[in-house]
């Protein structure tokens, strides 16, 4: 198999998706009610993590049918998106795992050299 980066890659573009709705179901189910936060904060997140599975998703989709150039635009996007959401929430009081500022950076890098795979996919199609 020749091409095995790009479905490894596409794989991760999966898993992505599916935690963020995971992240959004467990919104819905009042994971976040004990919080402190404010309910208009909670349905931010709820609706924002929303956006990102559904982005996600597009990415993957458009990968899948060799919209490269269009699937890396989104995800460099949605990399600025969730390095935004990870320095703007972990001050916050909110179930987040231990060194979320750490890893969540490191995922959002991860984020950016998929993009990068995808920006070189379209230069070789």
Same mark, same amino acid.
């Given at each position: 198999?020749?091409? *095995? /980066? $790009?479905?490894?890659?596409?794989? %991760?573009?999966?898993? =992505?998706?599916?935690?963020?709705?995971?992240?959004?179901? &467990?919104?819905?189910?009042?994971?976040?009610?004990?919080?402190? =936060? /404010?309910?208009?904060?909670? !349905?931010?997140? &709820? !609706?924002?993590?929303? @956006?990102? #599975?559904?982005?996600?998703?597009?990415?993957?989709?458009?990968?899948?049918?060799?919209?490269?150039?269009?699937?890396?635009?989104?995800?460099? %996007?949605? #990399?600025?998106? $969730?390095? %935004?959401?990870?320095?703007?929430?972990? !001050?916050?009081?909110? /179930?987040? /795992?231990?060194? @979320?500022?750490? *890893?969540?950076?490191?995922?959002?890098? +991860?984020? +950016?050299?998929?993009?990068?795979?995808?920006?070189?996919?379209?230069?070789?199609?």
């Amino acid at each position: 198999m020749k091409n *095995w /980066p $790009f479905f490894l890659w596409c794989a %991760f573009f999966l898993i =992505l998706a599916l935690n963020f709705a995971s992240t959004v179901l &467990a919104i819905l189910g009042g994971d976040f009610d004990g919080t402190g =936060l /404010p309910q208009e904060m909670t !349905v931010m997140e &709820a !609706v924002t993590n929303g @956006f990102a #599975a559904l982005g996600w998703a597009t990415v993957l989709i458009s990968a899948f049918f060799k919209r490269y150039l269009t699937a890396a635009r989104l995800a460099v %996007f949605l #990399a600025g998106f $969730f390095f %935004f959401d990870v320095i703007t929430t972990f !001050v916050l009081p909110m /179930p987040l /795992p231990p060194y @979320f500022l750490i *890893w969540g950076s490191v995922v959002a890098g +991860l984020m +950016l050299l998929g993009a990068r795979h995808l920006q070189k996919e379209a230069r070789h199609a």
